[in-house]
Nanobody, 122 residues
Framework: QVQLVESGGGLVQPGGSLRLSCAASGIPVSDYAMAWFRQGPGKEREFVAAINFTGDDIYVDSVKGRFTLSRDNSKNAVHLQMNSLKVEDTAMYYC????????????????WGQGTQVTVAS
């Protein structure tokens, strides 16, 4: 059974940092495209970042230079380092996986975690 478990969310002030983690079981993250999506109140789920099984990554323009996605094959996990956080980054953050090339579309991901809440407020 495949499980993705997110952690690391919380309340942080604007300009602060958080590191989200997604621990996978049942699939090897090294063989999957792993992605982070987020969904704010009243908004659709949007793409944040993804890393291919080849290791190359991609980010939505609004987080480029602030967020960094990494993969730890030894722990079968992926991490999203979020720096210089802004109020508009407030959302539930979800980890997702698919055994194919990375995609920006949520519907193309097969496995999902339950999410971790990130709130940026002063």
């Amino acid at each position: 059974q495949v499980q993705l478990v997110e952690s690391g969310g919380g309340l942080v002030q604007p300009g602060g940092s958080l590191r989200l983690s997604c621990a996978a079981s049942g699939i090897p993250v090294s063989d999957y495209a792993m992605a982070w999506f987020r969904q704010g109140p009243g908004k659709e789920r949007e793409f944040v970042a993804a890393i291919n099984f080849t290791g190359d990554d991609i980010y939505v323009d609004s987080v480029k230079g602030r967020f960094t996605l990494s993969r730890d094959n030894s722990k079968n996990a992926v991490h999203l380092q979020m720096n210089s956080l802004k109020v508009e980054d407030t959302a539930m953050y979800y980890c997702a996986a698919r055994r194919a090339w990375r995609s920006l579309r949520p519907a193309e991901y097969v496995y999902w975690g339950q999410g971790t809440q990130v709130t940026v407020a002063s």
